[in-house]
């Protein structure tokens, strides 16, 4: 496809419809559109538009997909496959000035919010009505519920309460032709026509610019414990997940960290965490409405991980202590950056079963490839971070040994019967990937779908397929 260029006449446009303080084309002020939080990707948009309502963002799709000019949404930039990037250029549209909590309304459980909203800001806002929205992506303090629903963001809670997809009652959308839709509502259940919510959700900015969002709510559980349970090895901890599951107490959460993501934690916080010294670590959450009923899964929990070979069982059960750990399990991601700026990061998910083979998989590549991989992530369901870090290679032999790894780790994550992202998204960064997983079939029906949405492919083109 051939895009446009910019023209002066259409930037006076933009001026006239969003008021000239909500068109940015000054080059140092574009810079900070131009990239997310993808390692070493970026691309300069030739304009960023800030619009400040719904009708806006309408006329500037109009003349987007008249003139033929690629427009890329921007939520806060944190993603992690690039999907914020304007790889073609043109137009950036940023939602930060969406940000407001439009209602919280208890009768029916909903909160209606606008896309620019910090995903905990808006837990913050609900808890203090005794409701729960718990989709918790380790970013929660600097992403946006937007952002979250595009990428289809999940977090360690997603073994108890599912992800992002899970609470999108209801969409605004903005099509790339320029049409407002309304889908969904406020109401519990709705199997009128297609499931339109369901595909704009995780479509990574290619299908519709979300305006306005209704998100279900439940209440808050009453109470929480958090234990920590170290291992002597990864694969004690690893086939241990298969056994906290058999006693039939669904965790909120069970989070894997082995012991080089543990030896960066604690040269990135500069301080100790308990049993560093042990080979892998279970981070298991327990919820529940009643204080009895909750230490009595936890004890259940604690004896079968006994049993399975962990050293101890460190109860967190004060809201002091639980930060701390999920403190340093937020600030995984950082630490390992501050080892090796550049890494390449892969969200794969398995079924649960296959977490120990995986493992073993991934240790294997290490060993052969030289490389330094550390896996740590949300076990519980399946979905691992594999982290591989470039530390002091050439930029010639890491392109060289990631391409052949990554395409290893990924057939393998296929045979074992999972697929590439779990959470974080294709976009640019595994689009070339996609094939191992999607049959020639399926892709040609998403491009059929994107077509029927999208049919001059301005929107966020170049990512997902190739
Ligand atoms: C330290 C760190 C930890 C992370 N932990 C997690 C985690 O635990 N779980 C997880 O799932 N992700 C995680 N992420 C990835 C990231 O935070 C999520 O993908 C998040 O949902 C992105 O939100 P954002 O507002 O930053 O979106 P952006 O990065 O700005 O955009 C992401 C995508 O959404 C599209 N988009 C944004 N807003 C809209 C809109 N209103 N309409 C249409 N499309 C839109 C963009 O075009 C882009 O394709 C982490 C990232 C970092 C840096």
């Known amino acids: 496809m051939k895009y446009n260029k910019i023209t002066g006449d259409i930037i006076k446009k933009f001026e006239i419809l969003l008021g000239a303080k909500n068109v940015i084309t000054a080059n140092d002020d574009l810079v900070p559109y131009s990239k997310d939080e993808t390692s ?3 691309a300069m948009p030739d304009i960023v538009l800030k619009p400040e309502n719904t009708p806006q963002i309408s006329k500037i799709m109009m003349i987007a997909n008249k003139n033929l000019i690629p427009i890329t949404p921007r939520g806060l930039g944190t993603g992690v496959s690039g999907g914020a ?7 950036v549209l940023s939602m930060e000035h969406f ?4 209602e919280i309304d208890k009768n029916n459980m909903v ?3 606008e896309p620019g909203v910090i995903t905990g800001k808006l837990q ?4 203090k009505q005794g409701l729960f929205y718990p989709p918790d992506p380790a970013s929660l303090d600097s992403c946006s519920i937007g952002g979250n629903i595009a990428e289809g963001a999940g977090g360690p809670r997603a073994v108890k309460y599912g992800t992002t997809k899970d609470y999108v009652r209801g969409l605004e959308v903005v099509l790339p032709t320029g049409e407002i839709l309304s889908l969904g509502g406020k109401m519990h259940k709705n199997a009128t026509g297609y499931n339109l919510i369901g595909i704009i959700t ?3 900015g290619t299908l519709a610019i979300i305006t306005k969002i209704i998100l279900k709510l439940i209440p808050v559980p009453g109470y929480r414990v958090d234990l920590l349970i170290p291992f002597n090895s990864f694969r004690e901890a ?3 997940i298969r056994k906290i599951y058999e006693t039939s107490i669904i965790p909120v959460n069970i989070e894997f960290i082995e012991k080089k993501a543990i030896d960066a934690l604690k040269s990135f916080l500069e301080e100790d965490f308990p049993f560093s010294e042990s080979g892998a670590h279970l981070l298991v959450g327990i919820d529940g409405n009643s204080k009895d009923g909750v230490e009595k899964n936890y004890e259940k929990i604690g004896e079968v991980c006994l049993k399975a070979g962990a050293i101890d069982v460190f109860v967190a059960d004060t809201d002091q202590t639980k930060e701390r750990l999920w403190k340093a399990r937020r600030s995984l991601h950082d630490a390992l950056e501050q080892k090796s700026r550049i890494m ?9 079963s296959k977490i120990p083979e995986l493992l073993d998989f991934v240790y294997r590549l290490s060993e052969e490839s030289g490389l330094e991989i550390v896996p740590f992530g949300h076990a519980g369901d399946g979905n691992v971070h594999i982290n591989i870090l470039k530390m002091n290679l050439s930029h010639g032999e890491w392109k060289r040994k990631i391409e052949k790894i990554t395409k290893k780790l990924l057939t393998e994550v296929v045979r074992l019967g999972g697929t590439l992202s779990g959470e974080h998204g294709i976009g640019t960064v595994k689009k070339r990937f996609i094939h191992l997983s999607w049959s020639k079939e399926k892709i040609e029906l998403a491009k059929r779908i994107k077509k029927a949405f999208d049919p001059n492919n301005i929107l966020n083109p170049g990512k997902i397929f190739e």
Do not use: Q
């Not at 990037?85 to 137009?91: C, D, Y």
């Not at 940000?99 to 439009?102: D, F, G, H, R, S």
């Not at 913050?124 to 808890?127: N, Q, R």
């Open 40 to 42: 070493e990707e970026s």
């Open 238 to 240: 690893s086939s241990t």
């Open 124 to 127: 913050e806002a609900v808890e």
């Open 111 to 113: 909160a209606v919010v």
């Open 85 to 91: 990037i304007p790889i073609m250029g043109g137009i």
């Open 202 to 204: 995780g479509s990574e």
């Open 344 to 352: 390449e990061r892969e969200d794969v998910v398995v079924p649960v």
């Open 99 to 102: 940000t407001k909590i439009l």
